[in-house]
């Protein structure tokens, strides 16, 4: 026995080796058998068969050991004035009150059909030795139609034998698992391993689900535990993208709407839909729209984080003021309204950037006297121009796009995909259209608007998000699932250092794939949790007096081990929520391609200044091009006039006519 108090649960008497549920339910099997034999005594049999079952019972089962052994019996009769007594017959009686000599009653009285013969006495004669075979045998063919005993309560006793063998399996099983608990010890508290389908009845899942093997239904998480988002950490090859493929095909029969993050670009290949109003984001994609910061703005204090975005702080801490200034001077320049070509120009020249800072407070952060902080801070610019100068013209692009916007109306799907040899150009622009659309989807939804998912497979090769974490932690009132996949815990940790334990304690479920960095592995096991185990120790003694002594012995020990998260093969998975944890197996989807993962866009600015046939020849350019931003940077402002910021600043404003500068731009 036992009793649960606070999910633990205490032992009152351990059971003994034996097999109770299978005893049980044999006595259980029995007592039915024996109510179904009532039964069928009641309702089956004629009023004389049942008056005549306790002889016919004792008959039966002292015949079958001895024909010659002898018992005390009174025998039923029926008499009349005119007629001879004789023994009573099955049509002689019926249910009824006899009155004896003696006071007592015979619960039988005689029939109609009886007295029509002229019987009117019914009466049971004086106690009469006969021989038990031979009345058996009597009743057997005169009142109970030639069967015998068995042969009469045969319905009862196949009644009996179904229920028996329906409730045996359930019993062995109770059984085998209460001696896999004597053996192996009975969980007392802490996460609790359980099969796909008790996952499934336990905590009700009706909402986003995985295939797996061996069962129809599938895996499902409750519908309120999607807000509060999913991650799925594995090796690669192991089956993370399998698994995300399944989650979006139900995303789209839902009609939400989705922000994937798709480097390999496998997702865009099955679900683009130009139709639905995808978006694919990549500058080096002919398809890609056209976009600029500035345009994202609604207000100025917004220009900060969309610096943040852009300028990552190095992971060392070390040089944050060579990211905190081109910050600041970033946010400054946006309040101008630019576009991606004049950003590029402007950050291409430093003494246009002079000229716009010039009586400001960011002016001292590219003091021409500070020549390292200035080299500095203008390299830090730089590398986002580089980032800048990717993105399509407003006339070559495919439409216009803004997150902004689209966080309004959240129509289609939008795709952030990348070439493995362009991704390191193109991480500070996604980063950036990530974490701004993160930003912009924090608020709660309307009732028109659509759910969004964020899925953000290989999370790693991304810089840093800072919206992110907000994202985790906050966007469960916006309604936003986040879908995270990555390799292990040390990536999020090189990246976001001790925000990253944070960010992994928050999805409400985790998947585990295999992953073989022993680290990565021990992480696991200790995020699936330790259990408290109960178990029976038995010592047995030999001698005259054998006998047994039990004791019981709890331990606390990982309900995963490490080497069973390193030993997973692939599409093998653990899956967490709440306290309920189940390993699964799951195929593989090949979904038909509907879509070209990658379009190059005819971008002159991205050839190369020299024919590379030439050059693998031995034959070297005897001329070289001028590169995009030498030409940038030898144009100082070439911008259309109906673009150009007035006043010039010849002259050093003063702080009412800086103010007046900015509210202008």
Request: aromatic fraction near 10%; hydrophobic fraction near 40%.
């Amino acid at each position: 026995m036992a009793k649960t108090t606070w999910g633990r649960k205490e032992t009152i008497v351990w059971p003994y080796h034996i097999p109770i549920f299978t005893y049980s339910t044999a006595f259980l099997c029995a007592v039915l058998t024996f109510l179904f034999a009532c039964g069928w005594s009641r309702f089956d049999a004629t009023p004389l068969q049942r008056y005549y079952l306790p002889i016919f019972e004792r008959t039966s089962m002292i015949g079958a050991f001895s024909v010659t052994h002898r018992s005390d019996y009174r025998v039923l009769f029926i008499a009349g004035h005119s007629v001879t007594p004789r023994p009573a017959q099955n049509s002689d009686v019926e249910y009824g009150k006899t009155p004896e000599v003696n006071g007592r009653r015979i619960p039988l009285a005689l029939s109609a059909e009886a007295r029509v013969h002229g019987y009117t006495l019914l009466f049971r004669s004086p106690l009469r030795s006969f021989s038990d075979a031979r009345l058996r045998d009597y009743l057997k063919d005169f009142v109970y139609g030639g069967i015998g005993l068995a042969a009469f309560f045969r319905p009862p006793l196949i009644g009996g034998a179904v229920v028996f063998l329906i409730l045996l399996p359930f019993a062995v099983r109770k059984d085998v698992e209460r001696q896999k608990q004597l053996r192996y010890g009975r969980r007392l508290k802490g996460p609790e391993m359980v099969t796909p389908q008790q996952f499934n009845r336990a905590v009700e899942g009706d909402g986003i689900g995985f295939k797996i093997d061996g069962m129809r239904k599938m895996l499902r998480i409750p519908a309120r535990a999607e807000a509060q988002h999913l991650q799925i950490i594995g090796d690669t090859g192991a089956g993370k993208s399998s698994l995300l493929s399944q989650a979006l095909r139900q995303v789209r029969s839902r009609g939400d709407s989705a922000i994937i993050y798709d480097p390999a670009r496998e997702y865009v290949k099955r679900f683009y839909d130009p139709v639905r109003g995808d978006i694919i984001l990549n500058p080096f994609d002919r398809r890609c729209p056209y976009w600029g910061p500035a345009e994202e703005l609604r207000s100025r204090s917004e220009a900060k984080a969309l610096a943040v975005s852009l300028f990552q702080p190095p992971q060392d801490k070390k040089g944050e003021f060579f990211i905190e200034s081109p910050q600041k001077i970033f946010a400054f320049l946006m309040a101008y309204g630019p576009t991606p070509d004049q950003l590029v120009q402007w950050m291409s020249n430093p003494e246009e950037i002079d000229r716009r800072v010039k009586g400001t407070e960011h002016a001292h952060l590219i003091d021409p006297h500070a020549h390292q902080q200035r080299a500095g801070v203008l390299a830090s610019l730089g590398l986002v121009a580089d980032s800048l100068r990717l993105l399509p013209k407003r006339n070559e692009a495919n439409g216009q796009w803004t997150a902004t916007e689209w966080a309004e109306k959240r129509q289609g799907w939008i795709f952030l995909t990348s070439l493995p040899a362009e991704r390191e150009a193109l991480r500070p622009l996604q980063s950036l259209w990530i974490d701004w659309l993160v930003l912009r989807l924090l608020n709660e939804p309307t009732a028109a608007q659509k759910r969004v998912w964020f899925v953000i497979d290989e999370l790693a090769s991304l810089q840093k998000l800072p919206q992110l974490h907000t994202a985790i932690t906050e966007a469960r009132k916006s309604n936003n699932p986040v879908v995270l996949g990555f390799q292990g815990k040390a990536q999020l940790e090189y990246l976001y250092g001790h925000l990253a334990e944070v960010m992994l304690s928050q999805p409400a479920t985790s998947v585990w794939l295999t992953t073989k960095e022993p680290n990565a592995g021990e992480w696991v096991s200790k995020f699936i949790g330790k259990v408290e185990v109960e178990r029976l120790r038995e010592t047995h003694f030999d001698g005259t007096r054998s006998g047994r002594n039990f004791a019981l012995d709890r331990q606390v020990e990982p309900l995963v081990l490490e080497s069973e998260i390193s030993g997973l093969a692939d599409l093998h998975a653990y899956m967490k929520y709440q306290n309920f944890v189940t390993r699964f197996s799951f195929p593989y989807f090949d979904m038909p391609e509907v879509a070209e993962g990658f379009e190059r866009r005819d971008w002159p600015d991205d050839k190369l200044p020299y024919d590379p046939a030439r050059v693998r020849g031995g034959e070297p350019s005897t001329e070289l091009k001028q590169a995009p931003e030498a030409s940038a940077s030898s144009q100082p402002n070439t911008l259309p006039v109906a673009q150009q910021i007035e006043p010039e600043p010849t002259v050093a404003p003063d702080n009412e006519d800086q103010q007046n500068l900015i509210l202008r731009g």
